[in-house]
């Protein structure tokens, strides 16, 4: 499968945004998708996970808990990432990733789309 990100933008502080995590493989609902994000001069940070299938089971970590979600279309064959109340400290590039399985380690990722920009302006 060959994930694409889509959404990202200038944004300013206290907006939200929702990025889109597309492939045209029928079978991408059978992966679990990750999102990632890395800032200039910092390294890339795991910050949501959702299982494949149709499950709603999804992990994301404190650090963005509460106001990054991450659900699935399954008949659109997207995952999407809302952030809400952006600050920018959220300015990353954002990726999105398949595996087999849910995992916070990019290392469990076997598919990468190639990043979408999200800049936010205080």
């Known amino acids: 499968v060959q994930p694409e990100e889509s959404g990202g933008g200038l944004v300013r502080a206290g907006d939200s945004l929702r990025l889109s995590c597309t492939a045209s493989?029928?079978?991408?609902?059978?992966?679990?998708v990750g999102w990632f994000r890395q800032a200039p001069g910092k390294e890339q940070e795991f910050v949501g996970t959702?299982?494949?299938?149709?499950?709603?089971?999804?992990y994301l970590p404190d650090s963005v808990k509460g106001r990054f979600h991450v659900s699935r279309d399954s008949a659109k064959n997207t995952v999407y990432l809302q952030i809400d109340t952006l600050e920018p400290e959220d300015t990353a590039v954002y990726y999105c990733?398949?595996?087999?399985?849910?995992?916070?380690?990019?290392?469990?990722?076997?598919?990468w789309g190639q990043g979408t920009q999200v800049t936010v302006s205080s």
């Open positions: 493989e029928r079978k991408f609902i059978d992966y679990a």
């Open positions: 959702i299982d494949y299938g149709t499950t709603t089971t999804t």
């Open positions: 990733a398949a595996s087999r399985y849910m995992s916070i380690h990019e290392s469990a990722y076997e598919f």
